[in-house]
């Protein structure tokens, strides 16, 4: 069987945090993917924060990603990063070592589904020459570019070179979505390379099986989960809720939870998040979150809300959905491919459409009973799916 190697870099270089990214999880769920379909053919590798690269012994990668998953599970805890000096020795038994001289006529495949280090182009092709492999890599989204007024200042730029090492590098390409392909098929056709494209959605994790700790005499609330930047326009949801507190009762204002770290270019929505008086009761933030916590505020909520400009994928819609939890969203390619006809769509501007409906929903209404007889007939994406077009892609790879 061609040895698999898996790039570990995204997670090594997630050692001081307690609280995952969605690409960590996803970095996760191949390396526990890959591991039930190589075994003993599955190596990994990784860019070192030192900047050397090399591969990873079986024994040290499995023990890390088993401490990183308890870390993950706890969650929220203080502090939100471990010191450096806590994570010297995870650092020590993490260097990498040399990759093993090839036999003649022998090559791998090598397996990255972060951005990780994908800027260096230079570098990515010493790696695989190195190693001599063929490269398949993950897609998540080319919003950056797409849209460089969500993004940093810098971040269509940077965007632009992974994309290039992509197209110059990669024998096939992992996309999480038919709407993330699209946008990936013009660098491809530029590139004059053959390269396989893939669709694979992202499979959903079990979430624990617990109950929200509010109060039971608590208003009913929605969560909107994600990372606080303008493409997820959380100002719509802040301006609604200001609504709301001025023109209803106070106990029939609804609350909201929005959970996820401050991202950049944000200071309207974070001017109202600390200085907004009328907000205060009604709107709660937590920027870190275990897994648990997660769990049970998701499953008490009357609806996640994902009011989003532009996803590669849309996660939280498929968390949601997965444990019966309606899901109002933007209307959105990304967001029907995961929610099919379960969720309520709007147009991300619809202000008065969003509030009608958060209202409904709070207050039991037929656009909520109507979702939750969709929502038995939603197919749950799963990683076992994931992983076997994955494996697909592999073994096309191997007999060309």
Known sequence: ????????????????????????????????????????????????????????????????????????????????????????????????????????????????????????????????????????????????????????????????????????????????????????????????????????????????DVASNLPADAPPYFVCLGTIEPRKNHLLLLNLWRQFVQSLPAAQVPALVIIGKRGWENEQVLDMLDRCPALKPHVTELSGCSDAQLAGLLRGARALLMPSFAEGFGMPVAEALAVGVPVICSDIPAHHEVGGAAPDYLDPLDGPGWGSRILDYANSGPALQAQQQRLPHWHEPAWDEHMEIVAQAIAGLERD
Not at 35 to 50: E, K, M, Q
Not at 128 to 150: G, Q, S, T, W
């Open 1 to 208: 069987m061609t040895q698999v190697i898996l790039d570990i870099s995204r997670l090594i270089s997630r050692v001081r945090y307690s609280t995952p990214s969605g690409v960590d999880r996803v970095e996760m769920a191949y390396a526990r993917g890959l591991l039930r379909i190589y075994g003993d053919a599955l190596c990994f590798a990784a860019v070192h924060p030192t900047g050397l690269y090399g591969r990873i012994s079986r024994a040290t990668a499995l023990a890390y990603l088993d401490e990183l998953e308890q870390r993950w599970a706890k969650g929220g805890e203080k502090p939100k990063q471990r010191s450096v000096i806590s994570i010297l020795p995870w650092m020590a038994r993490l260097l990498p070592e040399r990759p093993p001289a090839m036999a003649k006529g022998q090559r791998t495949i090598f397996l990255q589904v972060s951005p990780h280090h994908l800027t260096n182009a230079k570098k990515m092709g010493r790696i695989l020459a190195r190693e001599n492999a063929r490269f398949i890599c993950m897609v998540h989204d080319l919003i950056p570019i797409e849209y460089p007024e969500y993004a940093r200042p810098s971040g269509a730029a940077l965007h632009r070179l992974r994309m290039q090492t992509v197209a110059d590098h990669a024998d096939a390409v992992i996309v999480n979505s038919a709407a993330t392909g699209r946008s990936f098929q013009p660098w491809i056709e530029r590139s004059g390379r053959t390269i396989a494209l893939h669709v694979a959605l992202l499979g959903t994790e079990p979430l624990a």
